[in-house]
C-alpha cells in the first residue's frame, strides 16, 4: 500500500494494494505492515499495522515488518526499512538515491516480472506498474523466501 501524496493533482493517489500473489508466493510471517491500507491489508492478515493516519514513518517498528511504501516518495522508508534491517520490502527498481544502500545492505533481492499488477482499493480492478519492481529482503529467512520465485535469480 501506498498513502496519499499531496503533490499529486487533485484525486491521484498512491494507494496500491500489493498483489495477493505476491504474500502467496513469499509465505512469510509479518509482524507489522508498516504502510497499511485503511482496516489493513485484506491479503496479510495481522495483528498490527500503521496507516496512513498513523504515519509509521513516526512509529517504533518491530519484528517483522512488510513494507510497500508510497512510490511518489519512498527514500525515507526505504531508509528507515534498512535501519530496522528485519522485513520484505516491494520497492521500484529505481535510479534513486537509496537503492546503492539497499543493494549493498540487504540479504537478498529478487527482481519482479515486468508484466506485475497492483491490486486498486476498490478490488474490482488492477493498475498496471510501469516500471519494474523487486522484493528486498532483510534476515535469512526472508531472504531464503526470496528462493520461492522459482522463475527468477535471488541475490
Known amino acids: 500500500m501506498s498513502v496519499v501524496n499531496n503533490n499529486h493533482p487533485k484525486g491521484v493517489t498512491d494507494e496500491q494494494y500489493t498483489p495477493k500473489l505476491i504474500f502467496e508466493i513469499l509465505n512469510v510471517n509479518f509482524d507489522l505492515d508498516?504502510?497499511?491500507?485503511?482496516?489493513?491489508?485484506?491479503?496479510?492478515?495481522?495483528?498490527?499495522?500503521?496507516?496512513?493516519?498513523?504515519?509509521?514513518?513516526?512509529?517504533?517498528?518491530?519484528?517483522?515488518?512488510?513494507m510497500n511504501p508510497p512510490y511518489s516518495k519512498p527514500t525515507p522508508w526505504v531508509e528507515k526499512f534498512c535501519q530496522h534491517a528485519k522485513g520484505v520490502a516491494l520497492l521500484p527498481v529505481t535510479t534513486g538515491k537509496y537503492f546503492q544502500n539497499v543493494w549493498n545492505k540487504a540479504d537478498g533481492l529478487v527482481i519482479l516480472p515486468h508484466n506485475q499488477k497492483f491490486e486498486r482499493p476498490d478490488g474490482l480492478k488492477t493498475n498496471p506498474i510501469r516500471f519494474r519492481t523487486m522484493l528486498v529482503a532483510f534476515g535469512r529467512d526472508n531472504a531464503g523466501a526470496l528462493s520461492n520465485f522459482k522463475d527468477f535469480r535471488v541475490r
Open 34 to 66: 508498516v504502510c497499511a491500507p485503511f482496516g489493513g491489508n485484506p491479503y496479510l492478515p495481522l495483528a498490527d499495522y500503521f496507516t496512513k493516519e498513523v504515519d509509521g514513518l513516526q512509529q517504533e517498528w518491530y519484528g517483522n515488518v512488510w
